[in-house]
């Protein structure tokens, strides 16, 4: 399964747009591209699913180039509950088994 | 509708001793999963049940673990006899059509074992 790359940490400010990126150089055709959320003594959640172009839910967006190599996670308007981890995932279609990285810790200050 | 459910939500228990963690999944997801993160680490994938079945139990780390799903329903994480390394935080998840459905898998809220 490809390895992905995120950055550590984030700050931002209450109303902001947050836009996390995830690399995954190593991507296969078959692969997907997953976010998952976590909050502080809970389980990961999931956000956000796509394979190419744009994804948009209630929540988030997901922007994937044409190369699929990396991936844009978007907050629009970010609160004060959104300070959490975010980790970015590459999810083979043939598979259940999800491999998590260290995630992005997103801080939102008010 | 009920999410994953994880019994109990802490445990503290003696090196040697014996734990049982519970995870009740979403009523109707045939796949159940265990995934856990140990301390400063990533949380690791650990075995996926379809039903009662173990599809993949390539991330169980030793025998210390045994993982069952009797009837299909409910599942039990065993670790007899517990090491200090074991402890951490035991997530569950489960989902109806595996791999097979975009909407990713419902998680519980996990089991923080701590061995002392």
């Known amino acids: 399964l490809a390895k992905t790359t995120q950055p550590i940490s984030m700050d931002s400010y209450e109303g902001q747009e947050v836009n996390i990126t995830c690399s995954h150089n190593?991507?296969?055709?078959?692969?997907?591209i997953t976010w998952y959320q976590q909050f502080p003594s809970q389980g990961p959640r999931f956000i956000i699913q796509g394979y190419k172009t744009k994804v948009t839910n209630e929540v988030a967006s997901l922007f994937i180039p044409a190369d699929r190599k990396s991936s844009t996670l978007s907050l629009p308007r970010v609160s004060l509950s959104d300070t959490a981890v975010y980790y970015c995932?590459?999810?083979?279609?043939?598979?259940?088994?999800?491999?998590f990285g260290t995630g992005t810790r997103l801080q939102v200050f008010p | 509708e009920a999410g994953v459910t994880q019994f109990p939500s802490h445990s503290v228990i003696e090196k040697g001793q014996t734990v049982t963690l519970r995870c009740d999944p979403i009523s109707g997801h045939d796949n159940l999963y265990w995934y856990r993160r140990v301390m400063g680490k990533e949380i690791k994938f650990l075995l996926h049940f379809v039903k009662e079945s173990k599809q993949d139990e390539s991330g169980m780390p030793n025998n210390r673990f045994l993982a069952e799903r009797t009837g299909g329903t409910y599942s039990t994480l065993k670790v007899q006899p517990a090491e200090l390394e074991d402890s951490g935080v035991y997530f569950c998840a489960s989902s109806q059509d595996g791999s097979q459905r975009g909407y990713g898998y419902t998680f519980g809220s996990g089991t923080r074992l701590t061995v002392v």
């Open positions: 190593n991507i296969a055709t078959n692969d997907y």
């Open positions: 995932l590459v999810r083979s279609y043939n598979t259940d088994k999800l491999i």
